[in-house]
C-alpha cells in the first residue's frame, strides 16, 4: 500500500487549482500548504496522501514517460466529474471516461496536469 504520492510541479500555485478542482469529485481537499507545497487529503484521513510539490533539488519538474498516478474513485460519476474538473481547470484528455479492458468493472479517465503530469481516476466499482 502507498502512503503518498508526489506530483512534480514548476508552479504549484497554478497547479493547485487544477488538483482542488480535479481531486474534489474524489473526496480529497485541499488541507495543507507547506512553502509552495500542496497536501491534498480525505477530509477523514490525518494525513495528505497527495502532494503537488516543488523539485526539492531546485531543478525543474519533468513528467516520467511510462508514470501514471491512478486514483481511487466511488463511483463512475466521480470519474466522470474528475475528468470534466480537471479539462476546464487546463488539464489536457489523455483517456475519455469509459470502461477499459483491464477487467469488466475498470472505468477510468486519464488527464494530463498543466505541468505534463499524467493523473487518473478509476472506479472499479460497477
Known amino acids: 500500500m502507498l502512503l503518498y504520492v508526489t506530483v512534480g510541479s514548476n508552479?504549484?500555485?497554478r497547479a493547485g487549482p487544477f488538483y482542488d478542482a480535479a481531486l474534489a469529485p474524489l473526496g480529497l481537499v485541499r488541507r495543507q500548504e507547506s512553502g509552495s507545497d500542496i497536501g491534498y487529503a480525505h477530509p477523514d484521513d490525518s494525513r495528505c496522501r497527495v502532494w503537488v510539490v516543488a523539485p526539492y533539488d531546485g531543478r525543474?519538474?519533468?513528467?516520467?514517460n511510462g508514470v501514471t498516478i491512478a486514483l481511487d474513485a466511488a463511483s463512475r460519476?466521480?470519474?466522470?466529474?474528475?475528468h470534466a474538473e480537471g479539462l476546464r481547470m487546463g488539464g489536457t484528455c489523455e483517456g475519455a471516461p469509459g470502461l477499459r479492458p483491464f477487467h469488466a468493472a475498470f472505468y477510468a479517465a486519464f488527464l494530463r496536469d498543466p505541468d505534463g503530469n499524467k493523473?487518473?481516476?478509476v472506479c472499479e466499482r460497477a
Request: hydrophobic letters at 65%.
Open 11 to 13: 508552479d504549484p500555485a
Open 60 to 64: 525543474p519538474a519533468t513528467v516520467g
Open 77 to 82: 460519476a466521480a470519474v466522470d466529474a474528475f
Open 119 to 121: 493523473i487518473a481516476a
